[in-house]
Every structure is written in structure tokens, then in C-alpha cells.
DNA sequence: TTTTTTTACGCAATCGTTCCCGTTAATTAG
DNA sequence: CTAATTAACGGGAACGATTGCGTAAAAAAA
């Protein structure tokens, strides 16, 4: 079935004008009478004219539209950091698309070309936590094409990224498990492969040495898909929980990696927090229904979005190639609740 | 900045032939010697050439994708359906483009005329909470545009609509609670306007009736905006809470609906199941993590999005207009957790 | 060998818009 | 009153791809 829109062709012919002069009216130009502009535009708002935006995009090279690949839509920190994407698109007159690449290198890969294939005019991607090769990306930006990283960014590749500082995040909640009297802090890591991972690593190291206390290998444990495979995140609490010292205080590291730990507690009948003080990085917003209410690391995933999209529309409309890109590094918020509660 | 691409038309020049030819090769037609078609593919992949999907839209006068306006996507409800939205659509070549409406009428407005100016192909809709009037769809589904109602769908528009059996949900619920022994139960219901919180209503009710117990007009309190905003919740729980004979359990209307209660329970101290037990309509992927861990009415959220998606991909490449439409109603899943545990 | 058929390609229109050039008629300048 | 200017509009190419039609050369049939 086909749904037949009305041109400036129909009009030029309704009215007896040339559809130069029809699109010149339409536009305003100075080389069309008042008259005639009256008569084109009270005539075209009649019918409803709207033109027709892929011709546009034809024209002008540009579709308007900038896609954004995230691992899923259905997780708080994506779906606020979506909202934040749309909110300036919409503002300056760009179509969002999403794609989700649930973690998969595979799927990633796919969606990218897709997206690729010039039906946008640029791309806000966060790396899936599989992805280790990353020359899909990294030829589309040789090739000039306007590429914007969030959250997971790819190190390798130079071009605009929006982070948080997950370095001083990840201190700054193993130091408050610390300073509340836990000692033996074990972190849940996401990806390897991803560098928010690294970072994430680094400052829990970093807090637990600081705070003179002995950090142990065994006490970090990865989950390759982020916590998206509850088996993975069991898997690396069940090895925790079988040490002679286990943890008594866990931070995990993302998202899902959170709520898939207090799962697996409740499972095991684990108490939180007197078995384990948990704080976790976390958008989730009913964080403090839980029960414990849950102490997280918040990343600012609304701005993230807002920031990451400014920066991609200014790549997308400058006239000459960008070379001076920027790393937007935001703070990290941390909220203490139950789940974290001091030692007596 | 500009991200050139190749066209055909480079591909003609490069190896001296004409555009159709070229274009007739690479579709593989009988009019071309194997020769020539080999040259053609092998050049065009060394070349990385892709076919611009505006030009081609241009001409088919398709666009290859589907709009879908929700109210949040960061609702589990819709996050998921949108999974199952994608999961059709990219498997047939369609891009997704989300529009959110955050339950205002006027966004609604916005976001359809943005994506209806024949940029999309079809519409994937669920209405706002606010909307009461449905004009702007209604004129849109006149001029034989595509358009699939999914969850949330306008009674007075006759086109495919999937949703669910919300009268026998919300029967199942409240009669669950009755048979736990509760016997002053309320309706937190979502926007009147919605024909989904009519049927919700209608079933609480006859579940009331049916099982002898006493319908109160107080017991059932609306909230316009589906929950999005809390004041709205906790007036109307205020307004049941300051009954002489208040409520002893609660049956929730909707996703928000269900997690600003809790939020209104615990900021009161109220406790539950001890003072008032719940049962909400929610796909939160946490429901059972929560304390009281949650008993909800769970809808098939992923399934709702692909058929919706496989009858709109259906109509959209139907020949000719589609008269007969399907009224797909899906069941609801009742899942009874701690917080509607039997009265002892 | 001549005629017919087939093969293999090119030309040009088309989709809806914009925009660079004309071109006519009216206006102004000289 | 003639020449130069300008206002107001139309013609047609272009964006990238597809496709109906025309046609040269080669192959097959007569």
C-alpha cells in the first residue's frame, strides 16, 4: 500500500507556476512577488504540503538523522542517556536511530554498516563489552565519516568522547566501603576488553593501596558481557565466595553487573550488608526501593547523551574536517544507602 | 564536514561504461555478460560501493523504515517491546526510528507530524496518557498511512491493534488478592482516557462483584499521567490512605504506577503485605529482587512489539489498502510474589 | 548469403527538490 | 526616446539509482 503525499510539482501545476517558482515562494526568496508568495503559501498550507525530506536528503548529501548503537536500550543507564540524545537531536531538527548491539561484536558490526550505508549523517556509538577488534570503527572514521563515543569509548581511535571519570569513581566507592570498616573489598569487573573496565580497575586498586590495605588478585573477577549472562556474573561470585577470605564488601561495576549481584545474593541468601556490603555502579532508578536500598556510583547519563550529541552535530555541520577532538571527562555521583551501611 | 561516497555512476566512469549497465550488473540482470558483471562486482567491492539507501527511497517511494512513538523508553514495558519491534524490523530490512512522547499530548502531535512527513513507512504507536483527542492520527490513518496501535490503542480508529486482555489481567489480580483474604482492595489506576485503564477498571470491578465483595467509587483513584509523575501517585494514594475504611491491598495500573507505590509505601512506612499488599501491572526485570519481592501482572512485552511489527511490515507491503484488521489480544501473566501474600 | 533473432549494452526519464541560468516585461536612467 | 537595469518568473540540470526502450553487433536461422 502507498501513501501518495501531495509535491511541489501538484502545486506548481494547481497554481500555473513552475515548481521554481513554487519551491522559491515556499523559501522566501526575494525573486518572487508578494502576491505570489501569498497565493503559493496560503495554497500549500491548504493541502497540507510537506516536502518531502528524502528528496532533501538527496540534494543535500544530508539525511538528518544520526544513529546511536548502544548494548541495550532496556538498561537505565542507556535508555537516560537515550533521552538525553534525543532531546538535542529533535531540538535542531535531527531523526534519531538506535540500534542495539546486546553485546555482540557480531551485531555491532552489522548494525554499524547498516547505519554506515549513508543513511546518517553520523554516529554516537558506546563499544560493545565483546568488541576487541575495533577496524570497523576506525575505517569509518579514517574515512572521514563523524563518529562520537560514549561511556565506552575506544582509546585507540581520536575523535570526540564524553566519559565519566570512572578512575575517581571507582576510588571514591572503594574507599567509602573502606572508610566504613570493610576490608576485604572484592570488585565485580565488566569486560575486559573495554577501557571504562580498566579505569574502573584502576581506581579501585588505586583506593584500596592508598588506604594501605592488600589488594589480591583473586578478588577481581570478569564478566565478558557486562552482567547481560547471569551465569557469567555467578560464575565470578561463586569464585570470590570460595576463597579461605572471601569478600565482605563487593563494588560491582556496572549496571547489570549490579542488579545480577543482588540476584545471586538473594539466591544464596546472602545478606546485604552484613554478609556483603554491596555499591554498585548504577542508573537504576528504583535504586532506593530495594531493600537494602542500594548505594551506587550514578554516572550523569541524561548529559552524557546531551553533551555527546553537541558534539556530534557540531562535527556533522562544520564545513572543514575536525582534528582537535575532544575528551569530555563528567564526575560521578555517589549516593550512600543501606546496601553499604558502616560496620558497628 | 562531508563524507563522500561512491556512486554508480563512479563505478561507470572508472571502467568506461554506462550507469545502467553498471547498475544492471551489480542487480545481477540477464541483459549483462558474465564478463562485464564480474569486472563490475569485483571493482565495486574493492571499492567498498554501497548503494545510497536515500536515492533509492526516492525512487520506490519508500523509506525502508518504521516510526514508533512510546511514551518512555526508559520503561521496561516498552524497552522490551521495542526489542521485539527490532527484532522484526532489522530481520526485513526496516530501520527503527523511536520517538518519545513522555505522556504529553503536545509531543505526540510534534513526533507524528515530524515522522510522518514521509519519512517513514508505517507508524508503530502507543498513545500518550494525555491524549484525548485523536485527530492527528485519525487524518493521518484517512489518507491510508500505515498504522499499527500496540498496548495503548484508540478504540475509534479501526486498524491493527495488539494488546492485551487488560479486563481478565486485572480480574486475575484482583480476584488473586480476594482469594489471599483481602477484602478492601483499591485501584490505582493509570490515565482515563486510556481505553487500557477502562478495561483494567472494568475487571477489578467485576472481580469485586463477582466474588461478593462491596465496589467503593473511592477505591479507585486515576493518575493522568500514568504514573510518570509522583505527585500525581501520592495524591491519590493520600486520597485512599484517608479513608475511614482504607484499602488493605492495592491492585497497581501500570509500570510507574506499581514503583511509585512502593516509593509512596516506604516514604510512609507503610508496610507490605502487612498493611496493604500490592499487585501491580509491571515488566520490571527486577520485580523479584525487590522486599517484599513484587507480584505483578506481567505482559509479553516482546512478543506484543514483533507481532505488532509483522502486521504493520504486512500492510506496508500489501498492494493494495487493507480493510480487514486484526484485533490481536494477548494473555497476561499473573506472577505472585511476597507482596500479596495470604492474610493468615 | 541474407534475414531474423539474440546478446549486450547505452540513452533518457523518473522520483522531489534546489539552484544556476536564461528570458520577458516593466521600470529607471541617460 | 532609447538604453540599461531590475523585478519576476520559467527551463533544465543535478542528486543516485532504476528501468523501459532503442540499437549496434554478433549469432543463429533461412
Known sequence: ?????????????????????????????????????????????????????????????????????????????????????????????YNVIISQSHESYEREVIDLNYLASRSIDGLLISVSAETENFSHIQSLHDRGFPIVFFDRAVESIDTHKVIVDNNKGAFDATEHLIKSGYQRIANLAGSPHLSITKDRIKGYRNAIETNGLHYEEAYTQYCLHGGMVYEEVEKALDAMMALSNKPDAIVASADKLTTNCIRYFKSKNIRVPEDVALIGFSNLDIADLLSPSLSVVRQPAFAMGQIATELLLKMIESKRAVSEFENRVLPLEIMVRESSTPLK
Do not use: W
Open 1 to 93: 500500500m502507498k501513501f501518495e503525499a501531495v509535491t511541489i510539482k501538484d502545486i506548481a501545476i494547481a497554481l500555473g507556476l513552475s515548481t521554481s517558482t513554487v519551491s522559491r515562494a515556499l523559501r522566501d526568496s526575494y525573486e518572487i512577488s508578494p502576491a505570489t508568495k501569498k497565493i503559493v503559501l496560503e495554497y500549500a498550507e491548504q493541502i497540507n504540503y510537506r516536502p518531502n525530506p528524502i528528496a532533501l536528503s538527496l540534494k543535500e548529501k544530508r539525511s538528518h538523522s544520526i544513529g546511536v548503537i548502544v548494548c541495550e536500550i532496556a538498561n537505565s543507564f542507556f535508555s537516560q542517556a537515550i533521552n538525553g540524545i534525543e532531546s538535542i537531536a529533535y531540538s535542531k531538527g
